[in-house]
């Protein structure tokens, strides 16, 4: 029995990554860098930061890797100031609290970007369950933060569905046994199709949710 809808945050609620693409391409210009979206796509969508500059900086301290994503992130939100919710995704959250569902966020995104994004969605209060990969001390594609979560709802696994658009997230949502449907968002259908999802969606505008469920 469905028992809890759970999201990721960053290209799930909202389209996050032309901002995020736009301010790591900037940053990391100045460290002689320069990026593009396959670039992006391989070695920056999905990841913690901490995965980022130990992968792109492998020579940096820890005090130096941490400056530069906390750059990152200031930037990220000085220019994400007008983020909107994908389409549909409002009228599918009012839809889940009528259905009495549990909720939870599962993110790799830092608490300040957290709190930005759900502050700017009107989100602030709406899930039930808040977990931070940076809190916990690993992040997806590990199953731990969805473990997390399954824990703090008080649910099984097979009494979730998870939203994921990328393929950490997917990877992590599947590992920790959850029925996962892929938002094709920030990837092609068939990248999310190819990790195991039960679904692709482009948004939240799927009109028919029970015939959803039931395929699933």
């Not at 990554?17 to 210009?29: G, I, K, R």
């Not at 995965?51 to 130096?64: A, G, M, Q, R």
């Not at 940076?134 to 009494?159: F, M, R, S, T, V």
């Not at 199709?193 to 692709?200: E, F, K, P, S």
């Amino acid at each position: 029995m469905l028992k809890a809808i759970l999201f990721d945050l960053d290209g799930t609620l909202t389209n996050t990554d032309p901002f995020h693409y736009q301010t790591w391409a900037n940053v990391l210009e100045t460290h002689q860098i320069t990026i593009d979206s396959s670039f992006y796509k391989t070695h920056i969508s999905g990841k913690t930061n901490t995965e980022i500059v130990k992968n792109l900086f492998p020579h940096f301290s820890e005090k130096d890797g941490l400056k530069l994503a906390n750059l990152k992130e200031s930037k990220f939100r000085e220019l994400a100031v007008n983020l909107e919710p994908l389409p549909g995704l409002n009228d599918f959250l009012g839809w889940v609290k009528q259905q009495s569902f549990k909720t939870g966020l599962v993110t790799n995104a830092p608490r300040e970007n957290t709190d930005f994004m759900l502050e700017t969605l009107n989100l602030s209060n709406y899930f039930d369950s808040v977990i931070l990969s940076d809190e916990i001390g690993i992040g997806k594609p590990d199953p731990a933060p969805y473990q997390y979560c399954l824990n703090q709802l008080n649910i099984l696994a097979e009494e979730a569905i998870a939203f994921e658009d990328s393929p950490s997230g997917i990877r992590s949502a599947i590992a920790a046994g959850i029925k996962t449907i892929g938002v094709a968002s920030t990837h092609e259908p068939k990248i999310l199709t190819d990790l195991g999802v039960a679904l692709v969606i482009e948004d939240f505008t799927h009109s028919d949710l029970e015939k959803i469920y039931a395929r699933i």
